[in-house]
C-alpha cells in the first residue's frame, strides 16, 4: 500500500537560509508524488509533482524536490527562505491505479525567523 | 487553469441539523471527486470518493449514513452533513480529478468550506 512519512512536525529556519522539508514514501510501484503548501486557513497550493519524468522537480516559488528511488525519499527544498514561506507542508501520494486517489502525510509547519 | 470551487465557505448551523456543501468543477469535467475532512493543525484525511452517477465509496470510519455524497453531474459533487453535532465541526475540502484529459488528469482542490456546529 502507498503511504507517506513526513519526518519532521515542525521546521524552524531564519530568513534567507535553506529549507529541507523531509518526506518519504512507500509504494509497490513507481509512485506519483505531490508537495502541497497550505497557509492559515487557506486551501491547498500545489507546489510542485514528480510524475516519474525527472528526478529533480522545480517548482514554483523556488521549491525543489529530488526523487530518490534508492532511498525512497521526495525531499522538499528551497535555498533561500522568505517570510512568506511560512506555512504548513504536505507530501502526498497518488495511488497509481483505480481510484488515483490521494493519501496525505502529516504534514509540517514551516517557521521562518526575521 | 483547472479551478474547482466550493460553496459555502463558511458555515455555521445548529446542532441537529444538515448542512449541504457543493463542490464544483468549473472549466473541466469530473467523473471522480474526493471529499476531505482536516481538523485544526492536522493533516488531511480522505472521508470518500465519489464516482458519477454510482455510489460513493467511503474510507473506513466514515459514517456513509452521516456523510451523503451525490455526484448527479460531471461538475458537481455534493457533501451533506447530516444531523450535525459538535464534533463534526472542521475544515471540509474537495478535490476533481480531471476526466477529460484537458487538464493532465490531475486532481484538483477546492478552496474549503469551514463547517462550524453550535
Known amino acids: 500500500a502507498q503511504s507517506v512519512t513526513q519526518l519532521d512536525s515542525h521546521v524552524s529556519v531564519s530568513e534567507g537560509t535553506p529549507v529541507l522539508l523531509r518526506c518519504n514514501y512507500s509504494s509497490s510501484y513507481s509512485p506519483s508524488l505531490f508537495w502541497y503548501v497550505q497557509h492559515p486557513n487557506k486551501g491547498l497550493q500545489l507546489l510542485l509533482k514528480?510524475?516519474?519524468?525527472?528526478?529533480l522537480v522545480k517548482g514554483i516559488n523556488g521549491f525543489e524536490a529530488e526523487f530518490k528511488k534508492s532511498e525512497t525519499s521526495f525531499h522538499l527544498t528551497k535555498p533561500s527562505a522568505h517570510m512568506s514561506d511560512a506555512a504548513e507542508y504536505f507530501c502526498?501520494?497518488?495511488?497509481?491505479?483505480?481510484?488515483?486517489?490521494?493519501?496525505f502525510g502529516t504534514g509540517t509547519r514551516l517557521k521562518v525567523l526575521a | 487553469g483547472a479551478v474547482v470551487s466550493q460553496h459555502p465557505s463558511w458555515v455555521i448551523c445548529k446542532s441537529g441539523t444538515s448542512v449541504k456543501i457543493e463542490c464544483r468543477s468549473l472549466?473541466?469535467?469530473?467523473?471522480?471527486m474526493f471529499w476531505y475532512r482536516q481538523f485544526p493543525k492536522q493533516s488531511l484525511m480522505l472521508m470518500a470518493t465519489?464516482?458519477?452517477?454510482?455510489?460513493?465509496?467511503?474510507e473506513q470510519g466514515v459514517e456513509k449514513d452521516k456523510f451523503l455524497i451525490n455526484h448527479a453531474s460531471l461538475t458537481l459533487s455534493t457533501l451533506t452533513v447530516t444531523s450535525a453535532h459538535p464534533e463534526d465541526s472542521s475544515f471540509y475540502i474537495c478535490?476533481?480529478?480531471?476526466?477529460?484529459?484537458?487538464?493532465?488528469?490531475?486532481?484538483?482542490f477546492g478552496p474549503g468550506t469551514r463547517l462550524t456546529v453550535t
Open positions: 472549466d473541466f469535467q469530473a467523473t471522480t
Open positions: 502526498v501520494v497518488r495511488f497509481t491505479s483505480g481510484t488515483y486517489k490521494y493519501i
Open positions: 514528480y510524475t516519474s519524468a525527472a528526478t
Open positions: 465519489s464516482n458519477e452517477g454510482s455510489k460513493a465509496t467511503y
Open positions: 478535490s476533481a480529478r480531471d476526466s477529460q484529459g484537458r487538464f493532465s488528469y490531475e486532481q484538483y
